[in-house]
């Protein structure tokens, strides 16, 4: 079962990693044995790409698209603010280095 295992960093949210704590305890009391959170994830992830044509599941993938895409284009509207905060005293737009931002100079 896991011989060609691959390591995979899944951001969740907490509700959604409570609900299934919550699963894990439940088949721990039914199997009367010891039930990782990482077992329940796994089987998760296993049935819910076989119901790749469900319904509902392309209704979840969607609207975690649009909420990632409404994230970066807020995130790239504050960025491109504070280009705009960026002139110069001339009204020159400076150009200013990865390093200058780092070193806390700007």
Known sequence: MFEDKTKVLLMVP??????????????????????????????L??????????????????????????IRSRASRERSGRKDQRMHQSGVRRRVSRRTLQAGRM
């Open 14 to 43: 907490q509700g959604v990693l409570d609900r299934a704590r919550g699963f894990a305890g439940e088949a721990m009391s039914k199997l009367k044995r010891p039930v990782s959170l990482q077992m329940v994830l796994r089987a």
């Open 45 to 70: 992830i296993d049935e819910g790409l076989k119901r790749a044509g469900d319904g509902a599941v392309l209704v979840n993938v969607e609207g975690q698209v649009q909420a990632v895409r409404r």
